[in-house]
Protein backbone atom coordinates (compact mmCIF):
# COMPACT_ATOMS: atom_id res chain seq x y z
CA UNK A 1 0.00 0.00 0.00
CA UNK A 2 1.32 3.47 -1.04
CA UNK A 3 1.62 6.40 1.14
CA UNK A 4 -0.74 9.31 0.22
CA UNK A 5 0.58 13.02 1.06
CA UNK A 6 -1.61 14.62 3.59
CA UNK A 7 -4.64 16.30 2.19
CA UNK A 8 -5.10 19.03 4.87
CA UNK A 9 -3.55 22.05 5.92
CA UNK A 10 0.07 21.57 7.55
CA UNK A 11 0.03 22.87 11.20
CA UNK A 12 3.23 23.67 11.75
CA UNK A 13 4.76 27.35 12.65
CA UNK A 14 7.52 29.06 11.08
CA UNK A 15 9.90 29.50 14.29
CA UNK A 16 11.70 32.06 13.31
CA UNK A 17 8.41 34.33 12.19
CA UNK A 18 7.06 33.57 15.66
CA UNK A 19 10.03 35.05 17.49
CA UNK A 20 10.55 37.46 15.09
CA UNK A 21 6.73 38.71 16.17
CA UNK A 22 6.97 38.16 19.76
CA UNK A 23 9.95 40.93 19.70
CA UNK A 24 8.62 43.12 18.32
CA UNK A 25 4.92 43.05 19.99
CA UNK A 26 8.07 43.13 23.29
CA UNK A 27 9.74 46.45 21.72
CA UNK A 28 6.56 48.29 20.87
CA UNK A 29 5.46 47.79 24.73
CA UNK A 30 8.05 48.62 25.70
CA UNK A 31 8.75 51.79 23.83
CA UNK A 32 4.75 52.82 25.12
CA UNK A 33 5.77 52.37 28.94
CA UNK A 34 8.52 54.54 27.82
CA UNK A 35 6.87 57.02 26.24
CA UNK A 36 4.28 57.24 28.68
CA UNK A 37 6.64 57.44 31.64
CA UNK A 38 8.37 60.55 29.06
CA UNK A 39 5.28 62.33 29.12
CA UNK A 40 3.41 61.95 32.67
CA UNK A 41 6.84 62.48 34.89
CA UNK A 42 6.58 65.98 34.60
CA UNK A 43 3.34 65.67 35.99
CA UNK A 44 4.54 63.05 38.45
CA UNK A 45 7.34 64.93 40.20
CA UNK A 46 6.13 68.51 40.40
CA UNK A 47 6.73 70.01 43.98
CA UNK A 48 3.59 71.63 44.19
CA UNK A 49 0.00 71.34 43.68
CA UNK A 50 -1.45 73.39 40.91
CA UNK A 51 -3.61 76.30 41.83
CA UNK A 52 -7.47 75.84 42.13
CA UNK A 53 -9.48 77.46 39.55
CA UNK A 54 -11.64 79.65 41.59
CA UNK A 55 -15.56 78.81 41.39
CA UNK A 56 -17.97 80.75 39.90
CA UNK A 57 -20.17 83.33 41.67
CA UNK A 58 -21.82 83.26 43.80
CA UNK A 59 -18.81 82.28 46.37
CA UNK A 60 -20.37 81.42 49.29
CA UNK A 61 -17.33 80.66 51.13
CA UNK A 62 -14.11 83.07 50.06
CA UNK A 63 -12.25 80.64 52.58
CA UNK A 64 -13.15 77.38 53.09
CA UNK A 65 -10.05 76.23 55.14
CA UNK A 66 -10.77 78.61 58.29
CA UNK A 67 -14.34 78.15 58.03
CA UNK A 68 -13.22 74.64 58.61
CA UNK A 69 -10.56 75.44 61.12
CA UNK A 70 -12.86 77.26 62.76
CA UNK A 71 -15.81 74.66 63.19
CA UNK A 72 -13.43 71.81 64.28
CA UNK A 73 -12.49 74.55 66.96
CA UNK A 74 -15.90 75.13 68.02
CA UNK A 75 -16.49 71.14 68.51
CA UNK A 76 -12.89 70.95 69.92
CA UNK A 77 -14.31 73.32 72.99
CA UNK A 78 -17.60 71.19 72.66
CA UNK A 79 -16.22 68.44 74.01
CA UNK A 80 -13.12 69.94 76.53
CA UNK A 81 -15.32 71.86 78.21
CA UNK A 82 -18.35 71.99 80.94
CA UNK A 83 -21.16 74.05 79.79
CA UNK A 84 -25.32 73.82 81.38
CA UNK A 85 -27.29 72.31 78.77
CA UNK A 86 -30.55 73.71 79.64
CA UNK A 87 -31.61 77.13 81.46
CA UNK A 88 -32.73 75.49 85.01
CA UNK A 89 -29.25 74.22 85.67
CA UNK A 90 -30.44 70.82 85.96
CA UNK A 91 -28.11 68.88 83.08
CA UNK A 92 -24.57 69.68 82.22
CA UNK A 93 -22.10 68.86 79.71
CA UNK A 94 -18.47 67.67 80.89
CA UNK A 95 -15.51 66.86 78.82
CA UNK A 96 -15.69 63.67 77.16
CA UNK A 97 -12.43 62.75 79.18
CA UNK A 98 -13.68 62.83 81.98
CA UNK A 99 -16.90 61.16 80.59
CA UNK A 100 -14.86 57.93 79.40
CA UNK A 101 -13.04 58.25 82.68
CA UNK A 102 -16.45 57.72 85.20
CA UNK A 103 -17.77 55.48 82.42
CA UNK A 104 -15.20 52.95 82.68
CA UNK A 105 -14.63 53.46 86.20
CA UNK A 106 -18.82 52.35 86.30
CA UNK A 107 -19.69 55.21 87.84
CA UNK A 108 -21.36 57.09 85.00
CA UNK A 109 -22.93 54.55 82.72
CA UNK A 110 -25.43 55.92 80.95
CA UNK A 111 -29.22 55.67 82.06
CA UNK A 112 -30.75 53.52 79.42
CA UNK A 113 -27.83 51.30 80.10
CA UNK A 114 -28.28 51.50 83.66
CA UNK A 115 -32.15 50.26 83.64
CA UNK A 116 -31.57 47.80 81.04
CA UNK A 117 -29.22 46.11 83.63
CA UNK A 118 -31.71 46.47 86.64
CA UNK A 119 -34.33 43.16 86.87
CA UNK A 120 -37.67 44.37 86.59
Given amino acids: MSRQPDSHASYTIAAGVLHWAAAILALSLLAIV?????????????GEQPPRPIPPQPRLQPDPATDIAAERALQRSRLDAYQWIDPAHT???????????????GQGAPASAASAEQPR
Avoid: S
Fill in 34 to 46: LLVYVWARPVLTA
Fill in 91 to 105: VARIPITRAMALVAA
